[in-house]
């Protein structure tokens, strides 16, 4: 596993869904953590620091919305792309104004992984200010 690869944090409830990404992003070369529950997630943060996260927001518990302001609090660069099955959520305003999260969301199904990995990547090129390479 290369440690200079970037790391996704995969926040989403469906088991298929999580399994789906996860598979796209170790095929691309990224350092995968994935959890089913906002409050998983903010624990596995206490030891792992993901460059970006892709984030369901209808969770069991803590909702999405809430995860993003949680995580932000001790991962400020954390680059956040919501990705969600509500095809009527519109991201409040303060999730809005927040540099970290991406102005595209995604509806499920994706039918295209590369565009959720290609939106992450820029977001976590914004956030860091770092210019990430893909093999």
């Given at each position: 596993?290369?440690?200079?690869?970037?790391?996704?944090?995969?926040?989403?409830?469906?088991?298929?869904?999580?399994?789906?990404?996860?598979?796209?992003?170790?095929?691309?070369?990224?350092?995968?953590?994935?959890?089913?529950?906002?409050?998983?997630?903010?624990?596995?943060?206490?030891?792992?620091?993901?460059?970006?996260?892709?984030?369901?927001?209808?969770?069991?518990?803590?909702?999405?919305?809430?995860?993003?302001?949680?995580?932000?609090?001790?991962?400020?660069?954390?680059?956040?792309?919501?990705?969600?099955?509500?095809?009527?959520?519109?991201?409040?305003?303060?999730?809005?104004?927040?540099?970290?999260?991406?102005?595209r969301i995604?509806?499920?199904?994706?039918?295209?992984?590369?565009?959720?990995?290609?939106?992450?990547?820029?977001?976590?090129?914004?956030?860091?200010?770092?210019?990430?390479?893909?093999?």
């Amino acid at each position: 596993m290369n440690k200079l690869a970037p790391m996704v944090l995969i926040l989403d409830d469906d088991d298929a869904v999580r399994e789906s990404f996860a598979y796209h992003f170790e095929d691309q070369g990224w350092r995968i953590v994935a959890a089913a529950t906002a409050e998983e997630a903010l624990t596995m943060m206490r030891d792992e620091t993901p460059d970006g996260a892709i984030v369901d927001i209808r969770l069991p518990g803590m909702g999405g919305n809430d995860f993003i302001r949680a995580a932000l609090i001790k991962h400020p660069t954390l680059a956040c792309v919501i990705c969600t099955g509500s095809p009527e959520y519109l991201p409040p305003g303060d999730i809005l104004a927040m540099p970290q999260v991406s102005r595209r969301i995604f509806g499920k199904p994706v039918l295209d992984l590369t565009e959720i990995e290609e939106a992450l990547r820029r977001q976590i090129e914004k956030c860091s200010g770092k210019e990430m390479h893909h093999d």
